[in-house]
């Protein structure tokens, strides 16, 4: 199974301010990783798919990066609706086993 | 525009069976095109993948949930279902159905809102 830990468990920003969630994966993988964000009682949101991919409707502050072990959601002019709840995931597992990161809690500082 | 909705009980008993339904609306479930799956969240903690159905390319569960999930589609109601056997508290969850396709590059891009699945006594 593919581990992906994010870092860090909670990123405090001020708004405007960009902030940079990271993804590291256990083991090396290509670019089927994908970014979600969550507010309390809503399902997640799609974000970025294929690593650096902004699903429809994302805004084009939201931009992710990286390969490997390494991915990173950047958020460039955070506003108030962006603090929430950010979770990566790898789906480039055969047979599938997909998996999640642990999240990420962007809160406003 | 596509919608899905979970539905079932919401309290279920340790040592029974967990049953869902998904209700997918503004698509076909029976599309080559789509993969549909469940992920659960328990409450204030993350989310985990239980296993992707296609009606034509087959079904792929999580091995930690292999020996007692089956998940099926039923294409004249357009549904699919999430069947959990065997269930103790810590499947106690938010259990949500998704949809992938190869438009997102195969990750769930819509969500249903979830259900929340008690497991108690």
């Known amino acids: 199974e593919i581990v992906m830990t994010q870092s860090p468990a909670t990123l405090s920003v001020s708004p405007g301010d960009r902030a940079t969630l990271s993804c590291r994966a256990s083991q090396g993988i290509s670019s089927n990783v994908a970014w979600y964000q969550q507010k309390p009682g809503q399902p997640p949101r799609l974000l970025i798919f294929?690593?650096?991919t902004r699903a429809t409707g994302v805004p084009v502050r939201f931009s992710g990066s990286g390969s490997g072990t390494e991915f990173t959601l950047t958020i460039s002019s955070l506003q108030s609706e962006d603090f929430a709840m950010y979770y990566c995931?790898?789906?480039?597992?055969?047979?599938?086993?997909?998996?999640f990161g642990q999240g990420t809690k962007l809160e406003i500082k | 525009q596509l919608q899905l909705q979970e539905s079932g009980p919401g309290l279920v008993k340790p040592s029974e069976t967990l049953s869902l339904t998904c209700t997918v609306s503004?698509?076909?479930?029976?599309?080559?095109?789509?993969?549909w799956g469940w992920i659960r969240q328990p409450p204030g903690k993350g989310l985990e993948w239980l296993g992707s159905?296609?009606?034509?390319?087959?079904?792929y569960y999580n091995p930690s949930f292999k020996s007692r999930i089956t998940m099926s589609v039923d294409t004249s109601k357009n549904q699919l279902s999430l069947k959990l056997s065997s269930v103790t508290a810590t499947d106690t969850a938010v259990y949500h159905c998704a949809r992938r396709t190869h438009t997102s590059a195969w990750a769930f891009d819509y969500w249903g809102q979830g259900t929340l699945v008690t497991v108690s006594s």
């Open positions: 995931q790898q789906y480039d597992t055969w047979p599938p086993l997909y998996t």
């Open positions: 159905i296609s009606y034509s390319r087959g079904t």
């Open positions: 503004g698509a076909s479930i029976s599309s080559s095109s789509y993969f």
């Open positions: 294929g690593a650096s």
